[in-house]
């Protein structure tokens, strides 16, 4: 898999156990670059194309974009958008299906003498599906993290078990982080298949053997 923009000579390639890191020395190009993924990421078209083979493939469908390592939001509402759809597809399943039917039953039965008793009219809503049943419940994601590092290796996770996405583009991480706990978060995320482009401004002095550099320089000279 490959990712190739136009102006660069260089593709983006995406291999196991590889981080592709991108110096951006110009704040202009740095910004525009920014703003071209994260419009494609949204669904609008743009210069970059992600490609596996001959198939051209979505950024929006496959791409993270991860500005800052305090804006990771755990429990964002899209996990729990997916993780609903996703509880509904096994509860209708053909191994349980019988079950759900049964125990949603007995659920709206009861609530339904529970009504009876109450001394002002109520009506209990017919078309009450699974995932309505299921958030009830307050079904909710098990945390584990302990640092800023942790939450960004955790958020990286779920957004790639949950969502079914890659390739994550991190934004001047190695601003936020000291080389240690870089390289604890390439070490953590690379054996899970994950693909991590990082772009930056200005280069850092140290580099990890799996990091491949392309280096864009203020005069848009590829080094």
Not at 150 to 157: F, M
Not at 179 to 195: F, G, M
Request: proline share 4%; aromatic share 12%.
């Amino acid at each position: 898999m490959k990712m190739i923009y136009p102006d660069w000579d260089q593709p983006i390639i995406f291999e196991e156990n590889r981080v592709n890191s991108i110096y951006l020395e110009s704040p202009v190009v740095f910004r525009e670059i920014l703003m071209q993924l994260l419009k494609q990421v949204g669904g609008e078209d743009g210069p970059f194309v992600l490609s596996d083979g001959e198939k051209i493939i979505s950024l929006s469908k496959s791409m993270e974009v991860i500005l800052s390592p305090f804006v990771v939001n755990l429990d964002d509402k899209k996990f729990y958008a997916q993780i609903y759809k996703d509880l509904q597809n096994l509860a209708f399943g053909e191994e349980i299906f019988a079950n759900t039917q049964k125990t949603m039953n007995e659920a709206r039965q009861y609530l339904v003498e529970i009504l009876d008793l109450m001394p002002y009219d109520l009506h209990l809503d017919e078309t009450m599906d699974f995932a309505t049943f299921a958030k009830s419940f307050g079904v909710k994601i098990l945390h584990d993290e302990a640092t800023l590092a942790d939450r960004l290796i955790e958020y990286i996770t779920l957004v790639k078990n949950i969502l079914n996405k890659d390739i994550f583009v991190l934004v001047n991480v190695k601003t936020y982080f000291s080389q240690s706990e870089i390289q604890e978060i390439y070490e953590s995320l690379l054996p899970k298949k994950i693909h991590i482009i990082d772009i930056e401004q200005p280069k850092k002095t140290y580099q990890f053997p799996y990091e491949y550099d392309i280096i864009i320089d203020t005069d848009l000279c590829e080094l």
